[in-house]
């Protein structure tokens, strides 16, 4: 079974799932968060940066201009 490798463009949430110390501006995360975090740790995960003009979802989750959405569907 081959990793499942996750685009992310936020650092700060990469970075909480590579670390495994809990800080106190952290307390507050939702279990889902926790379980991929777990999921990253035993390998079953990987999570990459991608820059935020490159997010593919953008196609589906936000209205975007035509040039816009000519860019993304083109990469």
Do not use: W
């Not at 990469?14 to 279990?31: A, C, D, F, G």
Request: hydrophobic share 40%.
């Amino acid at each position: 079974m081959s990793n499942i490798l996750i685009l992310y463009d936020n650092t700060s949430a990469i970075n909480l799932t590579k670390n495994p110390i809990m800080h106190s501006r952290k307390k507050h995360i939702e279990i889902r968060h926790h379980f991929l975090r777990d999921h990253i740790a035993n390998g079953n995960c990987e999570i990459k940066f991608i820059g935020t003009e490159l997010q593919l979802v953008d196609l589906f989750t936000k209205p975007l201009a035509r040039y816009r959405f000519n860019f993304l569907e083109m990469n």
